[in-house]
């Protein structure tokens, strides 16, 4: 059964902090070839990643992983990230489009610091395929 468009608007818990390294931001740096002298703007990600676990468990959406294709991703930024920076992530579906069995989930989430301030968002689009469908 398709994921009900009631679940538009759902905001899920943020995740724990977790803090931006300096050997995290060039482990993470060294593997994209970019200078490790500063975070990449993709470098949330990481929290993005963690914040989207909750769709994954979430039982009413009965979403199964391996039948998830990324769609579209984009990241918009209110400041940059720094080294020191505690951060976490709340996902917010913000709208599902169900068409010929294949569901088009748009989320985002909101990376703020511990302390709530706003950082930027991490959005992307989801395609799920229910059994039988694809």
Do not use: C
Request: aromatic share 6%; charged share 20%; net charge negative.
């Amino acid at each position: 059964m398709p994921i009900s468009t009631d679940h538009v608007g759902r905001v899920y818990p943020p995740t724990a902090p977790r803090e931006v390294t300096a050997d995290g931001v060039a482990e993470f740096a060294t593997v994209l070839g970019l200078p490790v002298d500063q975070v990449p703007p993709t470098y949330p990600i990481i929290v993005a990643n963690d914040a989207w676990q909750a769709l994954f468990a979430d039982p009413e959406l009965e979403l199964e992983l391996q039948r998830i294709v990324h769609g579209e991703q984009k990241f918009t930024w209110n400041r940059p990230v720094r080294i020191g920076d505690r951060l976490v992530g709340a996902t917010t579906i913000d709208r599902i489009v169900e068409r010929g069995g294949t569901e088009m989930i748009h989320a985002t989430v909101a990376l703020t610091t511990e302390d709530g301030e706003d950082v930027g968002t991490a959005s992307a689009t989801l395609i799920h395929t229910r059994e039988g469908t694809a």
